[in-house]
């Protein structure tokens, strides 16, 4: 094991102000240090999310004080290339992945610094492109399906958004876990989302879901808004609707007879293990939008904020 940190500067993508992808600058940092119960990976590949720029973790710690410079990106799959002697799990050159703390620096960079909790071995099937496409919408989905909406075999799930980042992912999984799954998405995307394991599509500029679904016993949200609300009319009484974008209308979910959960996604390992196995048995497999070199990010976020992604956009950043 290797307990020192690493001297030296690395390339980085980084914000000094709060904004959009204009104020991303791909400039020289100094190589992360770690702290105990912690490891440096090398970053071989970040994901990111085109909202995150939006929120204000990225730019604060958890006692609210901003932290600038600042670098984005939350998902990572990488080398571990220092650790502390307190981690016992992993070991130098072990390739891992993972979801970072929000509240911390991210990944668009050559190294990052983390928690030894936050990362687990990387499928082994994957390469790092898509590996660090999982993290982040992989454990938003399980957690919605299983820690939050319960859903078993053989129960009806509508997903909200089912070609994008989280809904993707969510349609496999929930495939897999043997339920009857209601997708919603855009005209043109029916066949892949059909392809990852749905029983029934909507094309939500054709149709209201809401007069084509109903009675099931859970639904994802990805979406929010009027999409949320619309969506206590699907489920049976004593349903769930899981959202992870946008708060609950507690009264509305009453009206319905529905549980309404709305949740910020957490780190956990354990999951990060299921999915991994998932993924190296074929059950589950990442739907990459677009790779760009991590040079090129503030043209990645760009893309993301303007379109509606199938699958993530992916940064590549060593080899």
């Not at 994901?47 to 939006?54: A, G, H, K, V, Y």
């Not at 979801?99 to 030894?116: H, I, K, P, Q, S």
């Not at 309404?260 to 957490?266: A, H, N, P, Q, R």
């Amino acid at each position: 094991m290797q307990d020192k940190n690493i001297a030296g500067k690395m390339r980085a993508i980084r914000m000094h102000s709060r904004g959009g992808p204009e104020n991303l600058v791909y400039e020289e940092a100094d190589i992360p240090k770690i702290s105990r119960g912690e490891v440096l990976i090398r970053v071989h590949a970040a994901s990111i999310t085109p909202t995150e720029l939006s929120w204000n973790s990225s730019f604060t710690d958890r006692n609210k004080k901003e932290r600038f410079p600042v670098i984005p990106s939350f998902e990572v799959s990488g080398t571990v290339s220092g650790i502390s002697s307190e981690v016992k799990h992993l070991k130098v050159g072990d390739e891992v992945y993972g979801l970072l703390d929000f509240w911390r620096n991210g990944a668009a960079a050559e190294y990052v610094a983390t928690d030894a909790a936050e990362i687990t071995l990387k499928p082994s099937a994957l390469d790092h492109i898509s590996a660090a496409s999982l993290p982040l919408s992989g454990l938003t989905a399980w957690q919605a399906l299983f820690d939050h909406g319960h859903l078993k075999p053989g129960q009806a799930v509508l997903i909200h958004g089912a070609a994008g980042g989280v809904g993707s992912l969510a349609v496999q999984i929930a495939h897999w876990k043997g339920a009857e799954v209601i997708g919603t998405c855009s005209r043109g995307k029916e066949a892949i989302v059909r392809q990852l394991g749905a029983n029934q599509i909507i094309d939500y500029g054709n149709a209201r879901f809401e007069d084509v679904a109903n009675g099931v016993d859970l639904v994802v949200d990805t979406v929010g808004g009027e999409v949320l609300n619309r969506s206590y009319q699907t489920v049976r009484r004593g349903g769930t609707v899981v959202t992870v974008a946008d708060d609950i209308d507690e009264e509305l979910a009453c009206k319905y007879g529905a549980k309404g959960i709305s949740f910020l996604v957490e780190p956990n390992k354990r999951e990060l293990r299921e999915i991994a196995l998932l993924a190296d048995s074929g059950k589950i497999r990442p739907v990459i939008q677009e790779t760009f070199p991590l040079r090129d990010a503030k043209q990645a976020f760009i893309s993301g904020i303007a379109n509606h992604n199938t699958g993530k956009i992916v940064l590549s950043v060593t080899g």
